[in-house]
């Protein structure tokens, strides 16, 4: 381009500072971004070039150290869980996870591994004095050398987080969204990228495709789906995480949502006709019992008539034919 | 753009402020395609329901950024990249996975050292910034700088670790 060495080093080292500003996602200058832009056809393509040197350098992060001696996390199974919960990898203090998907690429990493089938429930104490509840049919996994930052895979979890300024809680979904505690209680359910966050205590900060959420406590966020834009709404707080002491508490929730709940926490299947699954439903439910007596509570409390399915149950229309 | 639409909030903010968006696509690489890009933003606006927006510009201009960003990566050179990555990482012929782990964590220690090297505050500023995800003024706040002097610190580090980037990929 005829450009000398020295100028071509300011180009290169002002292209680096835009894009660090600009990676900021709370960067508002978009105008003096614009101009500089402007100035110079040869301003973007320096920008391209510090975007792609700065996730080359953020890429240089992304390898664990080697496995720590003593592993961070402990996991102390609760009373009443039975033992078959206890994951012998986790145990050992590192599991190496064959990742399936790739936005994790977990192939080189130690990772900490727990999952939970339907109806199950499992208890994760954290070194630092943080403590995971995972609801059944839930995955989540974190790097043994990073234990406060959570990949949430699957289902439904509580947080209680030990708050702890310096190092910020974060718990990120496959999409990329970012939840970073602010001293709190909270609960999150994703159900393929469909996300609902409920703060109990505290603060949750959302963050997504360039938009930073405060959640304070009895605020909820829910996320119809990975792309959809996330919505606030106000919920009881005593209520969050209620599935934990026996009750699932929904506030204008589509019964798909509800039958999905159920059947996370009774460990059966329970599927819905699609004619009835966008019907909304605000109450609660009551786990208390066998799974036939709940489901039968349940029932009259949604408006609809239930049949049985296999080893579990169909939720359908009142006036629906019998199957 | 659609005036039998009846847009509100954020995509009337849209519309309001088309031309400031147009220059910012046109100057982002987006050229004589920034109409084209604008209202491929107008439709992914209308097409989310509303949300609580501290900055509803701010958000429409991320937006922009996104895409610009997700149109370059697209276009050239997705394969070229990954390829260069992966032989800069592994080298062309791929090793074993205990071989990568052992590259990776060479790679990373050397990375540490020639931050902690930067000096405390821009190694702290690096960390809160890339490894916590702390934004760029509650750095400031932490460390008792202006906001300026943190993205001089961030531009300190990210150089002293893109010549070493390339030095591992002349290795």
């Known amino acids: 381009m005829g450009m000398s060495a020295e100028s071509d080093d300011l180009l290169r080292e002002d292209a680096r500072l835009w894009a660090i500003r600009v990676s900021d996602p709370a960067f ?27 996730e080359g350098v953020d890429a240089l992060f992304d390898v664990p150290p080697a496995p720590l001696p003593s592993p961070a996390p402990a996991y102390v199974p609760p009373a009443r869980v039975p033992r078959r919960w206890r994951m012998p990898a986790a145990a050992a203090g590192v599991a190496l996870l064959a990742a399936g998907g790739s936005w994790l690429a977990l ?3 130690a990772q900490q591994d727990y999952a939970t089938a339907p109806g ?3 208890t994760v104490d954290l070194a630092d004095g943080s403590r995971i509840v ?6 989540l996994t974190f790097d043994a050398a990073r234990p406060r930052e959570i990949a949430m895979l699957q289902g439904e979890a509580l947080f209680e987080v ?12 496959k999409d990329g969204a970012r939840l970073v505690d602010v001293g709190t209680v909270f609960n999150v359910v994703n159900r393929d990228g469909a996300l609902d966050v409920a703060v109990a205590e505290g603060a949750v900060d959302y963050r997504g495709s360039g938009a930073v959420i405060r959640l304070a406590a009895g605020d909820m966020l829910t996320r119809a789906s990975a792309t959809a834009t996330p919505v606030k709404r106000t919920v009881d707080p005593g209520a969050v995480g209620g599935w934990r ?29 699609d004619a009835l699954a966008a019907r909304r439903f605000s109450g609660t439910i009551v786990l208390d019992g066998a799974p036939d007596a709940v489901m039968a509570r349940v029932a009259p409390l949604l408006g609809a008539r239930l049949v049985r399915d296999g080893e579990g149950w169909r939720i359908t229309r009142p006036d629906g034919p019998p199957r | 753009m659609e005036p039998d639409s009846k847009p509100d909030g954020i995509a009337r903010l849209l519309v309001e402020e088309r031309a400031r968006l147009l220059r910012f696509l046109a100057a982002r690489g987006a050229g004589d395609e920034a ?44 394969e070229r990249r990954q390829q260069a ?44 910034y890339r490894l916590d995800g702390v934004g760029q003024a509650v750095i400031a706040r932490e460390l008792g700088v202006s906001v300026s002097s943190v993205e001089k610190d961030l531009q300190k580090a990210y150089r002293a670790l893109s010549r070493l980037r390339e030095k591992f990929d002349a290795e």
């Open chain 1, 120 to 122: 199950e429930r499992r």
């Open chain 1, 107 to 109: 192939d080189h990493r």
């Open chain 2, 85 to 128: 990555w992966h032989e800069a990482s592994f080298g062309a012929h791929e090793e074993a996975t205990g071989e990568r782990v052992l590259i990776a964590r060479q790679r990373l220690r050397e990375a540490e050292a020639v931050l902690a090297a930067q000096g405390p505050r821009v190694s702290t500023a690096f960390r809160r």
């Open chain 1, 162 to 173: 030990r708050h702890d300024q310096a190092r910020p809680f974060v718990v990120t979904t």
């Open chain 2, 35 to 78: 109409e084209d890009v604008l209202h491929e933003l107008w439709q992914r606006v209308v097409a989310t329901p509303s949300q609580p927006l501290a900055d509803p510009l701010a958000y429409l201009f991320r937006a922009a950024e996104n895409v610009m960003r997700d149109r370059s990566r697209s276009a050239i050179s997705r």
């Open chain 1, 28 to 54: 508002a200058d978009w105008d003096a971004f614009a101009a500089w832009l402007e100035q110079d056809p040869a301003h973007n393509a320096a920008y391209e070039a510090a975007l792609d040197d700065l």
């Open chain 1, 245 to 273: 002491s026996g009750f699932l508490q929904f506030t204008d929730a589509p019964l798909r949502t509800v039958a999905e709940d159920l059947a996370r926490n009774l460990g059966k299947p329970v599927v819905i006709d």
């Open chain 1, 134 to 139: 995972l609801n059944g049919g839930t995955r």
